[in-house]
């Protein structure tokens, strides 16, 4: 009998045994299936808020590009009204420079023309009397006004070039010029314009030695004291302190009441504040 109940207490705890069994084997995959929903939501949310993020720098990156956009646009507005200015300023000194070739002032001496001699005048022998020779008439040379013509239009299409900034193509028409009209009435000027060309492009080393072919060619250049001032400025550039400082002193010295003389001693007080 106690046997029996022995064996009766078994099968009673048996299936106590088969639920908790269950149960443990239920309970890791209901957890097992709960994190996995954690971790989806877990990876939504990131997903979320990775996507939020990405937006917010996208936006920040088209602030800064229309920020960009609009620094471009007001630099090329001022670079635009610049080389207007530029040209203007171009045109204004070509117009001062021609005015004063027309009047005569600023023009390179030129070698003098001499007329060939005139040929013997006939003689007329007079009753009883000698031989008297009759006066030479000489006239002046003819002025070749096609050649004239000819060299301003020459000089008008280096300096459209100019105009248009395109310095390089300026030069090379300019160089051309002088070749063909080397003591033309535009040849200091076109001179000049060669100087201004290189100055512009920052091609300081040209520029100066251009500026000094002015100077040497034409002493009578009404834009000798400017090319004075910028072989100054050139030579700073340059790193010639030394040359820069003498030449510039020469100016202020040589043409004290030009507006380049006040220029002058402005660069050398300022080379005096940096000590050299």
Same mark, same amino acid.
Not at 55 to 68: F, G, I, S
Not at 151 to 159: L, S
């Given at each position: 009998m106690t046997r029996w109940k022995a064996l009766g207490g078994r099968f009673a705890i048996a299936p106590s045994l088969a639920v908790m069994l269950f149960a443990a084997t239920a309970m890791p995959a209901q957890a097992a299936t709960s994190l996995d929903a954690r971790v989806a939501r877990l990876e939504q949310q990131l997903e979320s808020q990775a996507l939020v993020d990405m937006?917010?720098?996208? #936006? $920040?990156?088209?602030?800064? !590009?229309?920020?960009?956009r609009g620094q471009m646009e007001e630099q090329a507005h001022a670079i635009a009204e610049l080389r207007q200015r530029q040209r203007d300023l171009y045109l204004d000194v070509d117009r001062r420079l021609l005015r004063l070739e027309r009047e005569g002032g600023g023009q390179a001496p030129q070698a003098a023309v001499t007329p060939p001699p005139a040929a013997p005048a006939p003689t007329a022998a007079l009753p009883g009397g000698p031989v008297a020779a009759a006066p030479a008439a000489v006239e002046p040379a003819p002025v070749n006004t096609a050649n004239a013509e000819q060299?301003?239009?020459?000089?008008? %299409?280096?300096?459209d070039l100019l105009r248009e900034l395109r310095y390089e193509q300026a030069i090379t028409a300019f160089r051309a010029f002088l070749k063909e009209y080397p003591d033309g009435r535009y040849g200091h000027i076109a001179q000049y314009w060669i100087g201004e060309a290189n100055y512009a492009q920052r091609n300081f080393q040209q520029a100066v030695a251009d500026y000094r072919e002015l100077i &040497? $060619?034409?002493? =009578? *250049?009404? &834009?000798? !004291?400017?090319?004075?001032? =910028?072989?100054?400025?050139? %030579?700073?550039?340059?790193?010639? &302190?030394?040359?820069?400082?003498?030449?510039?002193?020469?100016?202020? $010295? *040589?043409?004290? #009441?030009?507006?380049?003389?006040?220029?002058?001693?402005a660069f050398l007080q300022k080379m005096r504040g940096e000590g050299n």
């Open positions: 937006a917010l720098r996208l #936006d $920040r990156l088209e602030q800064e !590009v229309q920020t960009l060299e301003r239009i020459a000089y008008q %299409q280096a300096f &040497k $060619r034409y002493p =009578k *250049s009404p &834009k000798l !004291v400017e090319a004075m001032l =910028k072989i100054g400025y050139g %030579q700073y550039e340059l790193g010639d &302190k030394a040359e820069a400082r003498r030449i510039l002193t020469e100016l202020a $010295r *040589s043409h004290p #009441d030009t507006t380049e003389a006040g220029q002058a001693n």
